[in-house]
């Protein structure tokens, strides 16, 4: 499933059923906040203040990407400070996990000497499988390090926690280049019926805070995401209402929902997805409603499937990047965000041993020979993919 293209956009074309029931290609796909310009140029800045990541970068660029051995080390990575979450939401695998918890955080220490290890990187996602907030203080500091080797930071919060103890303003403060907050219902019933164990006011408050404060700031750093599915399809109008009253300029609609590499919670949520049935006529009129309101609507889907007939048709992730869990084990990517699903090995030691290590190699091997992992292959086209 792309995650990010090249850009560092959130990648992939939406493609849905208009209302003849053709399809349709062409809808705006989120872009990094507060536009793309800023991203590159920070980009640029990124690597001209190092030699080692701007020789990295090159050798990144001018590989095909597709190789068991990569000569090149990630220029992007995303680090799960925390697994455990104060939600249980519907249609995310942590509500199983005892306690809403896997394993321990990550340290400062930690993610400190694997960011100066990963002389390559210039972007980062700060959050997995959990709340990141949860983590205080050190998870600020975490973003600090890194914005001060000018690296882009993302980070994905469900601003439970942004009132308690300024930690809207330590969030703003810590230079963050992106802050996606989690939006899944346009009411009280709606929104804590799949975010349970959620207060919809105190969300709703925070995030009027927090916009509020950048707007003080005269900077943008947030975005309003919202998984659509059944439960909340009725309300997708009103979801750009609550945006424009809480003081989001953008938003997406995320019409996919992960597995997790899971068949059973591929399973679920098959169920409650509306991907199949969206219509053109209903991204319009929440175009429009965006534009009226002074909100950037975008939509996030991929339904046109990898495939494994060339090696221009494979997932880019096991080639490209990875995600190290709060345990500092390393799963593939971040649909499967679990290491107790697929494990590549620890970053203990360093994480430049576990990109050339034998099971994210074998890994690599598995893909470009077709032979798609089981986790996989719901990503894939199922005459390619073996099962999906």
Not at 147 to 164: C, F, K, M, P
Not at 212 to 222: D, F, L, M, P, V
């Amino acid at each position: 499933m792309t995650i990010s293209n090249s850009t560092g956009a959130v990648g992939g074309v939406v493609y849905a059923a208009d209302d003849e029931g053709e399809a349709v290609s062409g809808l705006p796909t989120p872009i990094p906040v507060p536009d793309l310009e800023t991203y590159l140029r920070e980009r640029r800045i990124c690597l001209s203040r190092s030699i080692p990541r701007l020789t990295n970068f090159v050798m990144f660029m001018r590989a095909d990407r597709r190789t068991v051995h990569p000569n090149y080390l990630p220029i992007r990575l995303d680090f799960e400070n925390v697994s455990r979450c104060n939600f249980r939401c519907t249609m995310c695998k942590v509500s199983e996990w005892p306690k809403g918890q896997r394993a321990a955080d990550m340290t400062l220490a930690d993610f400190k000497r694997l960011l100066d290890e990963q002389v390559g990187l210039v972007e980062i996602k700060i959050q997995g499988l959990g709340e990141p907030t949860l983590q205080r203080d050190d998870f600020f500091e975490m973003i600090q390090y890194a914005r001060a080797r000018h690296i882009w930071v993302r980070t994905t919060t469900n601003a439970s926690l942004l009132h308690l103890k300024d930690n809207y303003r330590k969030l703003v403060d810590s230079g963050v280049n992106e802050i996606q907050i989690s939006i899944d219902g346009a009411d009280k019933d709606t929104f804590e019926s799949i975010r349970r164990g959620s207060s919809f006011e105190q969300v709703v408050e925070n995030c009027a805070l927090i916009n509020g404060y950048c707007a003080e700031k005269g900077i943008e750093r947030t975005k309003m995401w919202t998984v659509v599915q059944k439960a909340n399809r009725h309300q997708l109008p009103d979801l750009v209402d609550l945006a424009a009253r809480t003081g989001f300029s953008s938003m997406a609609f995320s019409l996919n929902l992960v597995d997790f590499g899971i068949a059973d919670w591929r399973t679920r949520n098959e169920q409650v997805t509306v991907m199949a049935d969206f219509t053109m006529r209903e991204a319009r009129e929440l175009l429009r409603r965006g534009e009226n309101l002074g909100v950037k609507v975008a939509f996030w889907s991929v339904t046109s499937k990898y495939h494994s007939r060339s090696p221009a048709g494979l997932c880019p992730w096991p080639f490209e990047r990875a995600y190290v869990g709060s345990d500092l084990r390393v799963s593939p990517c971040c649909v499967i965000g679990d290491p107790d699903v697929s494990d590549m090995g620890s970053a203990v030691n360093g994480f430049a041993s576990v990109w050339r290590g034998e099971a994210l190699n074998e890994f690599r091997k598995a893909h470009l020979s077709g032979t798609i992992p089981l986790v996989c292959q719901s990503c894939y086209e199922s005459d390619y993919g073996g099962s999906a």
